[in-house]
């Protein structure tokens, strides 16, 4: 942010939208965490945005879930839609094939970001589990076009910090990571 | 190009006066500047020691606000619905988390404090908590991130600097001036109080005005962040009939540090006085968004 947009109060925006490639990564990166690791995917992922309460919008969504339900009957993924508490959607898709997902989720927010919604996305969460079957979220934060790893653990809003960073020195260079750890925000509540 | 379109256009009008504010201001400050140079060497101490305090002022004051208010910082266990509001809202708004206050108070209000984007804190009252549904409560929090995202804390303090040393020279001038007949002090020193007096007058006014364009701006960022324009707007639908009815003790309190709040704790004042703008005028903004929600954004050329 340009000190003429702090001056103004300008500018929401961030500069050029991250490109799609760094959504794509997960594909390859998904080898490595798999073979490697154990940690495996629950066949599942979403993307989760704010839903906003005008015509043009929903007619963008269901557009975009008309196409997802047409693709899917060849790809063998599966949508649901739920809402959580704080008003946000989630669109889950269903698949055991980690490709079908990532292609899944980039024609969703595709579809928003075509439709000039892109910046109501709030992030993609693929959810995955480890060999004692923990629950391992990836989340991918569209801004900043970067991942990182989630583990929540028992408790009110805990997270397992330093299983996330394990994760991190595992994926290397493979995933780009956030590289400040203080954007590492974790999601509540993730329905998958 | 469809990446690069945001829900909502720019607001040209908003920016250039805001602008000029700011121009005004700092051809103030530089003609201040050029008397106290051309009084000579007492003009300057001046200014070094009246910058000294408001130095000091600048790097406790957060500590104070807080204290002020009556506030604490909350862990996500004592409050994990706001710590998750939040959190989500920084990703839309692309901030640090801040710190995160709650303030045992029934006069529903918010603000944000903070010197940079990393260190900034944003506090709600409980009254405030109570009084709004959650989608009210986001697009009240947004307001105060929006806050922390354009630096309105920074920027009205340094906007306030000269405008501090004016009013100090202008408490030295009443204390010593007055006190012995003509001789040393010159004619010099009239000129600095004169000047003072000026700038302090002006500077105020024109602080106002930027603080109420800075309001406008925080209100656009909030619903930018949400989607929900309406949902901030019928907030502040909300606060405005729930501050009227609130007694003056907590008011006075707060009187200090209503710069950065939601809503002007002090009943309003009105035009040029006002460090926000009047609420019909915020809510008549937020609707024009709302507005443009509604028709659609257009689709990709």
Redesign the interface.
Known sequence: MGFLDAIMGGKKKLKAPPAADKLFAMSTAYVTLSTGHGIDTKGVAAIVFQPLATADFEAIVSEMEELLAGTGADTGTTISTSEDSHGYRWIELRDDDIEDLVVGVHAVSDALMVGGYGDRVLAAVFAYKDSKGRRVYFIYNYKRGFWYPFVPSSGTQSRDGERELQIKAMIGTELPIEPELERWFPLWGIPI | M??????FT?DAGL?SR??LT?FLLGALYVAFVGVLFAAGVQGFMILLIAGGFAALQFFTSDKLALHAMGAREVT??EA??L???I??L?????L??PKIAVAYTEMPNAFAIGKSQ?SATVCATTGIMKMLT??EL?GVMAHEL?HV????VM?MTIASFFASVAAMILQFGFLFGGGHSDDDDGPGFLVILLASLVVYVLSFLLMMALSR??EF??D??AA?????PSALASALRKISSGMDRLPQQDLRAANELSAFFIASPKKVIGGLFATHPPMEKRIEQLMRLEGE????????A
Not at chain 2, 90 to 94: M, P, V, Y
Not at chain 2, 149 to 152: A, H, L
């Open positions: 469809a990446a690069t379109k945001t829900t720019r920016q805001m602008l700011l996500p266990q994990p619905e710590h998750s509001m959190e989500r920084c990703i839309q708004a692309d640090p988390k990393k959650p989608a986001e929006a995202k354009n630096r309105d920027i364009y800075r701006s925080a656009r960022g930018l962040t949400t989607g929900r929600l509604q028709r659609g954004v257009p689709a990709a």
